[in-house]
């Protein structure tokens, strides 16, 4: 199956300043998914990141906080813009790997922490 | 609202201990079904999947799950836990109509003492 590397793995911002979050996937995937798992929470989908057009955001979440890229079929990027202390979550990506089987392979994660 | 139902919470148990947690799901139609494990520290891993056929779905590390359509339900069973079990495990529902997006659980956090 897939093996998604997403990085940094956790890092500690300041309020105000944005983080951009990067996931490869060491194979070509049609689709990606950016998830944020709040403290004790489960995780909540932010957005499908679709290659060649703009990724589609769930209730509750816009492109002007969250800007994702996807310039090709093994790499994607999420940008947690303005952050404020509640940004502070793990967040995830996650690829839905067809040759795989059909299911869904997920990043280790980043942890940020907004101070 | 369609959403994915985990009953437990926490869930304690000694090793040697059978272990099942259930699923619930709202949708309506066809549906993808997964578990997953989240082990102190790492990241998420499929323990298994159930897309059509038989029921009776066996995963890895010992894990089974069982869906039962009647009661939108995918309960997932390992017969005797070990102490390495210990970890958070999610129910995560794929509605075939929803354009491959997962809608998890909330999630049970195991801890199996030794």
């Not at chain 2, 390992?78 to 659980?105: H, I, R």
Request: charged share 15%; glycine share 10%.
């Amino acid at each position: 199956s897939a093996v998604i590397s997403q990085k940094p793995s956790r890092d500690i911002c300041q309020r105000g300043t944005s983080l951009t979050i990067q996931c490869q996937v060491d194979s070509q995937v049609t689709m990606m998914f950016w998830y944020r798992q709040q403290p004790g929470q489960s995780l909540t989908l932010i957005a499908t990141a679709n290659q060649g057009s703009e990724a589609t955001y769930e209730s509750g979440f816009v492109i002007d906080k969250f800007p994702i890229s996807r310039p090709n079929l093994t790499f994607s990027t999420l940008t947690v813009s303005n952050m404020s202390p509640e940004d502070s979550s793990i967040y995830l990506c996650s690829a839905y790997d067809r040759q795989g089987g059909g299911g869904y392979t997920f990043g280790s994660g980043t942890r940020l922490t907004v101070v | 609202a369609q959403s994915v139902s985990q009953h437990n919470h926490h869930v304690i148990l000694s090793e040697a201990a059978s272990l099942e947690l259930g699923c619930n799901y709202s949708y309506g139609g066809t549906v993808n079904l997964f578990w997953y494990v989240q082990y102190p520290g790492q990241h998420l891993q499929l323990l298994l999947k159930y897309f059509s056929g038989d029921p009776l779905v066996k995963g890895i590390k010992g894990f089974e799950a069982e869906f039962i359509k009647s009661k939108f339900s995918f309960n997932l069973r390992k017969p005797s836990v070990q102490w390495s079990d210990t970890a958070e495990y999610f129910c995560a529902v794929m509605p075939k109509a929803a354009g491959n997006k997962l809608t998890f659980g909330g999630g049970t956090r195991v801890l199996v003492k030794p």
